[in-house]
């Protein structure tokens, strides 16, 4: 079975310039996971879908991050315009999470590391 | 905000001893998950513990959870320099459902 997979696995940006990150989830899996990991932190949530809707994205600083999964498969997330504290690496997991009983195990990619300067 | 604390945050051990790290979250949950991260790659899945229940083991992982205490524990039996990670504790929260929520990590390292 694929996992997910995302790209690119690294990027350096300055700073006010924008960025996008692609995810494509384990074909078959409702929800989607974007995650930010700053060094030495836990991931944080940043948004949530079920299949192409937003679940929760109450942690997300919309004045400069946006995310889109349409078709309810692919996922993009952009930041726009990047600031220093961007820095971290961007993780994409997916789930079963809508099945019945729920099966809530998240499957993580390999993550995006972005370094603003 | 993290729901989940771990507690110690960096564990360093010798091949063949017990690792245990310990997880507390906030509010009542659907379930309690650990995931390991090894160094610039993805979290793992590790083990999933359902909050009815109150113990299980997968291999030489053992998990408990204490609900009445908002806490679990991991315990890595006879510990292998390639157990050397980060492990995190997520909780789905009973109102949140789907949405995991980490803690901060222990950092364990495992030497030969």
């Known amino acids: 079975e694929a996992g997910v997979a995302q790209s690119p696995r690294y990027k350096i940006i300055e700073k006010r310039q924008s960025v996008a990150f692609w995810c494509n989830p384990i074909s078959g899996h409702a929800t989607l996971y974007w995650y930010q990991q700053i060094l030495g932190q836990g991931p944080k949530l940043l948004i949530q879908?079920?299949?192409?809707?937003?679940?929760?994205d109450s942690q997300l600083p919309k004045d400069r991050f946006s995310a889109e999964r349409l078709k309810g498969v692919d996922s993009t997330l952009k930041i726009q315009p990047a600031k220093l504290e961007d820095s971290a690496v961007y993780l994409c997991?997916?789930?079963?999470?809508?099945?019945?009983?729920?099966?809530?195990?998240?499957?993580f990619g390999q993550g995006t590391r972005l370094t603003v300067v | 905000s993290q729901q989940g604390e771990e507690d110690p945050q960096a564990l360093s051990i010798q091949e063949g001893e017990n690792a245990t790290m310990n997880c507390s979250y906030k509010?009542?949950?659907?379930?309690l998950q650990w995931y390991r991260q090894n160094s610039g790659r993805g979290l793992v899945h590790l083990i999933l513990?359902?909050?009815?229940?109150r113990e299980k083991h997968s291999g030489r992982l053992r998990v408990t959870l204490d609900t009445s205490k908002k806490s679990s524990s991991l315990l890595i039996t006879a510990s292998r320099a390639a157990d050397t990670a980060s492990y995190f504790c997520?909780?789905?929260?009973?109102?949140?459902?789907?949405?995991?929520?980490f803690g901060a990590g222990t950092q364990v390292v495992v030497t030969p």
């Open positions: 509010t009542s949950i659907n379930n």
């Open positions: 513990i359902r909050s009815n229940e």
């Open positions: 997991a997916s789930s079963l999470a809508e099945q019945a009983p729920p099966e809530p195990e998240a499957f």
């Open positions: 879908f079920q299949n192409n809707g937003v679940v929760d």
């Open positions: 997520a909780t789905e929260a009973t109102d949140s459902w789907g949405k995991l929520q």
